[in-house]
Nanobody, 125 residues
Framework: QVQLVESGGGLVQAGGSLRLSCAAS????????MGWFRQAPGKEREFAAA????????YYADSVKGRFTISRGNARNTVYLQMNSLKPEDTAVYYC??????????????????WGQGTQVTVSS
């Protein structure tokens, strides 16, 4: 069992930046990938970014590529999402996710086993 807790969401003006954090805890933790997904009101949850456990691989959705950066903390059970040049269309609840194994890459919701509660990001125009 793995628990994920996101933080860092908030209200920001278009063009601004936010840094989201995700802390993972549990009796044991083994993950091929950790990722960020987002869900806007009335929309389905969509993939934003993922990072591999040990390979240093990252993968981004086209919608965030060049603006968002996913990274791991030194503890390796934390992940960050640095969001720059934010746009109103980035407004969503952002969820941290971790898989329970398998192979890289993972960019689909069904490929992840553990989810945080989400943190709201609102970008005003």
């Amino acid at each position: 069992q793995v628990q994920l807790v996101e933080s860092g969401g908030g209200l920001v003006q278009a063009g601004g930046s936010l840094r989201l954090s995700c802390a993972a805890s549990g009796r044991t933790f083994s993950s091929v990938a950790m990722g960020w997904f987002r869900q806007a009101p009335g929309k389905e949850r969509e993939f934003a970014a993922a990072i591999s456990w040990s390979g240093g691989n990252t993968y981004y959705a086209d919608s965030v590529k060049g603006r968002f950066t996913i990274s791991r903390g030194n503890a390796r059970n934390t992940v960050y999402l640095q969001m720059n040049s934010l746009k109103p269309e980035d407004t969503a609840v952002y969820y941290c996710a971790a898989d329970g194994g398998g192979s890289w890459p993972k960019k689909h919701e069904y490929e992840y086993d553990y989810w945080g509660q989400g943190t709201q990001v609102t970008v005003s125009s």
